[in-house]
């Protein structure tokens, strides 16, 4: 398996833009997670989904963030309008049910 | 709430030596998983090893095996043997039984234990 995919691997873009980044879990996996690791906050879960279904998105920060998953295979964690603040990496992890969150690579993004 | 508390930010090892990082966490559960996850330079989140609460036996992976203490709430990290490729920042994670129907399945982590090892 090519285990959890994530792009970009490394964004740039300025204040006030959109940001979309993109996961693929890992096939049969049907919880997929998306994390936020700053040198401030460490790591922190924004939101996860179950079969597709948003279960927990208490960690989200505000409503510039939003995220989706239209089907088993796909997720999109958008920011819009981008704050410098936003700086940060972005992980997408995948599990199924009671078993190991498996973690992609990450997105690494800069708001200038 | 559920915490995790790593209390050595940065560690040193000679390669060859055993190196020992630290966990503690706090819940009201019985039930639960731990884990450590190693971090190298690349950023990509690695699992190293993973506990049942409800085993006594200590989990153990090749080099690395872990002390956990269930009523001190303990969960520590032993490598033996350190090599440079061991080299990364170290988390310790907690996850709560998952549960039907509640919002139980996330991982809260530690704030991380960068480990140096010096040739």
């Known amino acids: 398996d090519a285990g959890v995919i994530q792009s970009p691997r490394h964004e740039v873009t300025e204040m006030g833009q959109e940001v979309t980044l993109r996961c693929k879990p890992i096939?049969?996996?049907?919880?997929l997670f998306w994390y936020r690791q700053t040198m401030m906050r460490g790591l922190e879960l924004l939101i996860y989904f179950n079969n597709n279904v948003p279960i927990d998105d208490s960690g989200m920060p505000e409503d510039r963030f939003s995220a989706k998953m239209p089907n088993a295979s796909f997720s999109t964690l958008k920011i819009q309008p981008s704050e410098p603040r936003d700086s940060a990496v972005y992980f997408c992890?995948?599990?199924?049910?009671?078993?190991?969150?498996?973690f992609g690579p990450g997105t690494r993004l800069l708001v200038l | 709430a559920q915490t995790v508390t790593q209390s050595q930010p940065e560690m040193s090892v000679q390669e060859a030596e055993t190196v020992t990082l630290s966990c503690t966490y706090d819940t009201s559960e019985s039930d639960y998983y731990l884990f450590w996850y190693k971090q190298p330079p690349s950023r990509q989140m690695i699992l190293v090893i993973r506990q049942e609460a409800y085993k006594q036996q200590n989990a153990t992976e090749n080099r690395f095996s872990v002390n956990f203490q269930k009523a001190a709430k303990s969960f520590s990290l032993k490598i033996s043997d350190s090599q440079l490729g061991d080299a990364a920042m170290y988390f310790c994670?907690?996850?709560?039984?998952?549960?039907?129907?509640?919002?139980?399945?996330?991982?809260?982590f530690g704030t991380g234990t960068l480990l140096a090892v010096q040739p």
């Open positions: 994670a907690y996850r709560a039984e998952w549960n039907y129907g509640g919002a139980t399945n996330k991982l809260i």
């Open positions: 096939s049969g996996h049907d919880y």
């Open positions: 992890a995948s599990s199924s049910r009671q078993e190991t969150q498996y």
